[in-house]
């Protein structure tokens, strides 16, 4: 009895190891996946196809040849089954009478019904498997009836002429993004909330300048009155709170209109009009400069106030200061800066009240401002210094935590960074591109 038993181990064994999974009964799962016939999709050639059909009909084979066996031992487990069965039922019969017994005998035959209980839902088990090896045959059909249309399909096409056209695709794809122009603002969607610290006032950002693998983020908590900057190696970190670096500036900053820029941190001195520009590098102030006649400590800010005179920004033309002046009436100026000396190299007057807007921001060379911090803001206004001439606009966006202290657009992200109440959000920009064409200088 004992070898008969061993031998059905054996048997079950060997078919577990056919099978990769079990669902929570202790069932085994078998399961084909056959790939996606999407042609475009797929790197493997033809000849890698034909071996894969190969080993799919010898797995059928192996399949047939398992099930001729599983049909013949499965009759011995039905005859099994029946006598552990009736066992079962005279063991009840022998327990309800037990008294009428020897106790010898009664515990004789209780220790051997222990021995062969288990066996039960193994031999259940094995049941359900048999069933399962007619299902496995009918995937494996399957599986072969898709890779043999696969491969009457693909016959049709040569693979290294597919993989041409593929290459001339991506070659025309890239020639055309370089002739996209600099684009103008049409949308403004979101935010995605990153994360959700600090005080009501601040700033964060990325570089635009930094490469692909460069993702370092930069936080800095409140307006004024703090010199400290949190250095973060990744989204990632900075939403986990894992520092990388603190900087401690020499100076205090005003507002928070920060930026930056290839690799250094272009900040506002407190109580001045002063700009500085911070090496994260070497640790050191590299350069600094009065912007002239710009107003500070809350003579022009933004409708919230908070030393927000002077903002500092970048786009894809490069570096910009946006203040006003007392020979401007207090309305917006625009400046384009030399990165290196802090020089103003060109500037641009506007006729919007620097104290009647929200925030702004530049994207290729045009000044973005919206008419409030508050519910409801939107942006209402832009001034291009390519052609000197402004106008008004229509594009909401959603103020989710009803203040916002902070905007600034990132080129190499194409997004809007924002400081929303104590939440450090991101909006995305859709541009409306123009196609250079041969006539254009």
């Known amino acids: ?27 085994c799962i078998c399961t084909v996946v ?18 894969l059909l190969e080993k799919v009909q010898n797995m059928s084979q192996s399949i047939e040849v398992l099930n001729l066996r599983t049909q013949r031992d499965f009759q011995y487990v039905l005859k099994m089954e029946t006598q552990m069965k009736g066992l079962k039922a005279k063991f009840r019969q022998i327990e309800d009478d037990r008294k009428t017994l020897m106790t010898k005998h009664f515990q004789e035959l209780k220790e051997k019904m222990d021995e062969l209980l288990p066996l039960i839902p193994v031999l259940e088990q094995y049941k359900t498997d048999a069933k399962l090896i007619t299902q496995f045959k009918e995937e494996i059909r399957n599986l072969f ?24 695709l991506e070659t025309r794809l890239r020639d055309c993004m370089k002739k996209l122009t600099c684009g103008k603002l049409l949308k403004i969607t ?33 307006y004024t009155n703090n010199k400290i900057v949190r250095e973060y190696k990744s989204i990632a970190d900075f939403v986990s709170g894992a520092e990388s670096r603190t900087y401690n500036l020499p100076f ?10 290839n690799g250094s941190l272009y900040f ?36 919230w106030g908070g030393f927000s005179d002077i903002d500092l920004m970048a786009d894809e033309i490069g570096l910009w200061a946006v203040y006003a002046t007392n020979q401007n009436a207090g309305n917006i100026v625009v400046s384009q800066l030399n990165q290196d ?31 409030s911090h508050l519910t409801g803001a939107k942006v209402y206004y832009s001034y291009s210094t390519k052609t000197s001439t402004y106008e008004y606009t229509d594009i909401p966006f959603h103020n989710q935590y009803f203040h916002i202290s902070m905007l600034d657009y990132n080129a190499r992200d194409r997004a809007l960074y924002a400081w929303n109440n104590g939440h450090q959000v991101l909006f995305n920009v859709t541009l409306f591109h123009i196609i250079k064409t041969e006539d254009d200088t």
């Open 1 to 27: 009895m004992v070898e008969t038993i061993n031998f059905y181990l054996l048997l079950l064994l060997l078919l577990y190891s056919l099978f990769s999974a079990q669902d929570p009964d202790g069932r």
């Open 190 to 222: 979101g935010p995605i909330t990153i994360k959700t610290s600090g005080t009501r006032f601040g700033a964060w950002m990325t570089d635009p300048l930094a490469s692909e693998k460069n993702n370092r983020v930069w936080y800095m908590d409140s």
């Open 34 to 51: 056959a790939p996606e016939q999407n042609l475009c999709s797929r790197d493997a050639k033809s000849r890698q196809l034909r071996q």
């Open 268 to 303: 506002n001195k407190y109580q001045s009009n002063i700009i500085i520009k911070y090496s994260f590098d070497t640790g050191r102030v590299l350069a600094q400069r009065s912007l002239e006649y710009a107003g500070f400590q809350n003579v022009y800010p933004y409708t």
């Open 145 to 168: 009836a898709v890779l043999t249309g696969i491969q009457e399909e693909i016959g049709a096409y040569d693979y290294e002429e597919l993989h041409q056209r593929v290459l001339s």
């Open 341 to 371: 000396t802090l020089e103003v190299m060109k500037s641009w007057s506007t006729g919007y009240p620097k104290r009647s807007a929200g925030e702004s921001f530049m994207i290729c060379g045009t000044l973005y401002v919206t008419n």
């Open 252 to 261: 205090k900053w005003a507002g928070t209109n920060h930026v930056v820029y």
